[in-house]
């Protein structure tokens, strides 16, 4: 095993304990990583990911709402059981 190795297996042994301890020189742990990721990046490519992410979030509630709107149409043709979607009354002749 090299020196880098044996130094960060205690680390390593650390994630297990009750409580991990967050530091910048955690070299395992994936909040750590993250929180180092995102320390070291510019302002403007946060800004830019976060507006990425609001785009993200508003394409998927469109996405839901229409679903939902479709699954409602095919809702209410099953239990109505008509397949026009105009609304009016069909008459049948039984005669």
């Known amino acids: ?3 880098s190795e044996e130094a960060r297996a205690p ?3 650390d ?3 009750d409580r991990h301890e967050h530091t ?3 070299a395992y742990c994936p ?3 993250t929180i180092a990721v995102v320390r070291n990046t510019k302002p403007e490519v946060l800004e830019h990911l976060a507006t ?3 785009e993200l979030i508003s ?3 469109l996405l839901l709402e229409e679903a939902g709107e479709v699954i409602g149409n ?3 043709k099953r239990t109505t059981g008509d397949d026009d979607d105009s609304g009016k009354v069909r008459r049948i002749d039984i005669s």
């Open 52 to 54: 990425a992410a609001r």
């Open 24 to 26: 910048p020189d955690c």
């Open 31 to 33: 909040i750590c990583a």
């Open 1 to 3: 095993m090299s020196s």
């Open 11 to 13: 680390r390593y042994s």
């Open 15 to 17: 994630l297990f304990a």
């Open 74 to 76: 095919e809702t209410a």
């Open 59 to 61: 394409a998927a509630a």
